[in-house]
């Protein structure tokens, strides 16, 4: 009878694989065409003063003509030297650097969109790292493809250790959800850390947002977007598009961040992205119970085992695919020890998402 567990993990099976063959035909975007399309780059941030300087030298270092794009930088209260530094970059680029009219950063946000010139905005984190090709890329697919939004790979930028290797496979196998569903026509995620829109949507879409919750920003506006535009959001599948994230400094602040990222499921319209929140969730909830039944029942240590290995097949393939495609592939040496540390982590998490304090952004 406690055989019957192994039920729970089929639906999971189902959806990782689907998104698996979605992820397997995702090819790399070539450019046939040299754009010209206007590009806004909004950069919202709060005391980046040391940031600041690496991100505005890499979009000095753009392989894009100078006049074909504008950086705003929206300052949100920073208690630093954040808006000095950007000032000094004026001349340089064609830079504006704004106060947050508001407060938090998805009124910053809006500070920069309202003002910005271009029909496509692109938005950045200050902490984020661009290659050369960056903005001449993602020009090139907003003017060839046409997506209302197109969502670019992010990476992190990782130490030594397994703390650190754990980090960079959660968040490739997340960028495999990520593109695989976007394949799909049903796009699920998206960071706003490198992310591209049409004005005209972020504007149209903005209410969509939830003002009252500090983050989130990029997901909702996905939903919303998605829901009333279906197939205008696109992954742009390219190393040249590609930004690079520090990863979290220690395990707190990394349990913080997924914190906040999991506050906000709770206002999610998405029946998809609600659907295989659920299944995953789920599946993580059997092996936890599962692991401390079988203190009391042995034969759940059993049931168990194959479940961590059913559950571990979509994900390899998943991991396999996303390390492949960045060049990462050494790091699934760290697939098992990371799958059996797995359902800790989530449970660890859970109790973060429900701090309100930690919902700053």
């Known amino acids: 009878m406690h055989w019957l567990f192994l039920i729970i993990a089929i639906p999971y099976l189902y959806h990782i694989i689907k998104l698996w063959k979605a992820l397997e035909g995702n ?3 070539r450019s046939g065409t040299v754009p010209r399309l206007f590009l806004s780059v909004i950069v919202a941030c709060r005391n980046e003063q040391d940031n600041l300087p690496l991100l505005l030298s890499d979009l000095l270092a753009q392989e894009y003509e100078k ?3 504008e950086v705003i930088i929206v300052n949100d209260h920073s208690a630093d030297s954040t808006a000095d530094v950007a000032r000094s970059f004026t001349g340089q680029i064609n830079i504006r650097v704004l106060a947050n009219r ?7 946000l809006r ?5 910005s010139r271009g029909a496509f905005l692109v938005t950045a984190d200050a902490d984020c790292r661009f290659g050369p090709h960056w903005l001449r890329t993602v020009a090139s697919f907003a003017e060839e493809e046409h997506p209302a ?3 670019h790979p992010v990476m992190i930028k990782a130490g030594s250790g397994f703390f650190s290797k754990f980090q960079e496979l959660e968040f490739l196998s997340l960028q495999g959800i990520t593109a695989g569903s976007a394949a799909l ?3 699920v995620l998206c960071n706003g850390a490198n992310l591209g829109i049409e004005k005209e949507a972020w504007l149209g879409n903005s209410a969509a947002i939830h003002y009252e919750i500090a983050s989130g920003d990029d997901i909702f506006m996905l939903h919303s977007l998605k829901s009333k535009k279906p197939g205008s959001v696109r992954w ?14 220690g395990l707190v602040s990394f349990l913080r961040q997924r914190g906040r990222w999991l506050s906000k499921a709770g206002y999610y319209s998405d029946s998809y992205t609600k659907l295989l929140a659920i299944v995953t ?7 936890i119970l599962l692991f401390a039944g079988g203190f009391f029942y042995s034969p759940l240590f059993q049931v168990l085992g194959v479940i961590i290995l059913l559950k571990s097949i979509p994900d390899f393939l998943i991991l396999r695919n996303t390390t492949a495609r960045y060049g990462k592939s050494d790091l699934m040496r760290w697939f098992l020890p990371s799958q059996l540390v797995y359902p800790l982590y989530v449970l660890c998490v859970i109790p973060f998402s429900f701090r309100k304090s930690e919902w700053a952004v």
Do not use: H, R, Y
């Open 27 to 29: 090819l790399p975007f």
């Open 281 to 287: 969730f789920v599946t993580i909830l059997t092996q």
């Open 67 to 69: 006049d074909l794009f």
């Open 102 to 108: 508001g407060k938090g950063k998805k009124q910053a």
């Open 185 to 187: 026509g049903n796009p």
């Open 236 to 249: 742009l599948e390219s190393s040249d598009a590609a930004g690079v994230t520090p990863a979290s400094a």
């Open 111 to 115: 500070t920069g969109v309202e003002v």
């Open 149 to 151: 939004m197109s969502i």
